[in-house]
């Protein structure tokens, strides 16, 4: 699994000019499935970024947990995350989980979040065509994978 995590000060997800999705602070992630992944890798990824220091202390240093700033989740289904474009210029997705089993272990990484203690969780709508917008707040974007 592979997330994509920015600090944003809110974000939302629309699908057919509808919002499907919206938080203020806290973390817009986009979540990408690969073949052969398990709840193991889930369930690192979930505790790792429910429990990840990227929000500023009354110092100024990143210190915080999201948790310890009452922030909110925006979770992103997104297979392009394992685009692989070694060769030629068009992605390949080969490495991307099947829908079904990606969409499984995508809902249970969310609710693996909550019981890591994230009270508000929003999503977008697995495979479909989603427009999505935030304010990076920083800008602060960190790659995670297991």
Do not use: W
Not at 11 to 23: F, H, L, Y
Not at 55 to 77: A, P, Q, T, Y
Not at 96 to 123: D, R, S
Request: aromatic share 6%; net charge neutral; charged share 30%.
């Amino acid at each position: 699994m592979k997330l994509v995590i920015q600090r944003v000060k809110k974000a939302k997800v629309e699908v057919n000019n509808e919002v499907v999705g919206k938080i203020q602070k806290g973390y817009m992630v986009l979540c990408g499935v690969k073949k052969g992944d398990t709840e193991k890798e889930a369930d690192y990824l979930a505790r790792k970024l429910c429990n990840l220091r990227i929000f500023e202390d009354e110092n100024g240093k990143m210190n915080l947990s999201i948790k310890d700033v009452n922030g909110e989740m925006l979770i992103i289904s997104q297979f392009t995350l394992y685009g692989n474009t070694k060769d030629g210029n068009r992605p390949s997705f080969i490495e991307a989980e099947e829908p079904e089993k990606a969409n499984k272990l995508y809902e249970y990484f969310m609710e693996k979040c909550k019981e890591n203690g994230i009270k508000n969780i929003e999503k977008g709508v697995f495979g479909a065509h989603m427009e999505v917008s935030l304010i990076n707040d920083g800008p602060n974007t960190i790659i995670m994978e297991k």
